[in-house]
C-alpha cells in the first residue's frame, strides 16, 4: 500500500474543523481530571483503614458530593462529550493517518470502544451534574459484554475487544517505557520543568493505565469463555482484583500513584499535544 502524500494528510487534517480540535483538548482535560480523582480515591483505599477502591463512575460520585460539585460535573460532562466525539473522528476519518492495515485498523476500533465507554461516563456526569439520576452503580464492560453476546457470534466479539484492549494496554506500557508520547508533544513551548512534569507524568502515568487496562481486557476474555457478562470488569472491579493479591495494598498504592500521574499527563496533553486540524494552524 502507498504511502500518504503531505498534500493528502494536510488535506485529511482540514476536514476537521478547529472547534472540534479545541474541544478535543478540552476533554483530555476533563479525562485527566476524572483519572486524577480515581487515583486519589484509590490511594485513600490503599492507605486507609477501610477504604473502597472505585472506578470512574465513583469518582464521579464523589466530585458530585463536592463543594460547586454539580458545576464541576457540567464541566467534566461537556469536557468528555469533546473527547468522545475525538475518539470517534479518530475512529472513523482517521485525521492522524494510522492507516487501514492490521495495526491501524485495531489502534481505530480501540478509539471507538474508547468513544462508546466514554459515552457512558459522560451521560452519567450530566444525570449527576442535572440531578436526574446516579453515574450508575452498574458496569459499562458488562453493559457492553451483554449487547455484543447477543449478537451473532457475540462470543467472539467478546473475546476480540478483550484482546483489543490487552493489546491497547500492552502498548501504553511500551509508550511509557521508551517515552513515545512525548513526540507528540509541543515540547518546544514548553520550559524545563514542564517537560520533566511531562516525561515523568507520562512515563508511570501511562505504565499504570496500561497494566490495569490490561486486566479489564483479561476480564473481557474471561467473560467470553464463561459466558457470563458479570465477569467483565471496568477500572473499580481491576483495582478491587489488584487489591486482593498479596502485597495488594503497596501494589493498589504505587498504581494510584501511577493514575493521578496519567491524569496530569492528560492536562498535559490538552494544553500541548499536537493537534494541527482545522484552517488557524494551532
Known sequence: MNSPTSVEIK?????????????????????GIVYGMIGILAA??????????????????SIAEMPFGEVALWIIGIGLIGYILWDFIKAIKDPENEGTDAKGLAKRTGYFIS??????LAFGAIKLASNTGSAGSGNSEETISAKLMEQPFGIWLV??????IIGYGVFEIYSGLKEKFMSKFKTYEM???ELKIARLSGK??????????????????RTAYTHNPNESKGLGGALTELA??????????????GLILYG??????????HMNFGYDGK
Open 264 to 273: 496530569i499527563y492528560q492536562i498535559i496533553k490538552g494544553r500541548y499535544q
Open 159 to 164: 473475546g476480540m475487544v478483550g484482546a483489543i
Open 204 to 221: 508511570i502515568g501511562l505504565i499504570s493505565r496500561g497494566i490495569v487496562l490490561s486486566m479489564v481486557g483479561f476480564f473481557f476474555i
Open 44 to 61: 485513600l483505599a490503599a492507605f486507609g483503614p477501610s477504604g473502597d477502591t472505585t472506578g470512574a463512575s465513583g469518582a464521579l460520585q
Open 11 to 31: 488535506d485529511k487534517m482540514r476536514e476537521v474543523k478547529p472547534w472540534v480540535r479545541r474541544f478535543g483538548r478540552f476533554g483530555y482535560v476533563a479525562k
Open 244 to 257: 486482593n493479591q498479596p502485597f495488594g495494598q503497596v501494589l493498589l498504592a504505587i498504581v494510584a500513584v
Open 191 to 193: 520550559n524545563d520543568k
Open 115 to 120: 468513544g462508546f465507554i466514554y459515552s457512558n
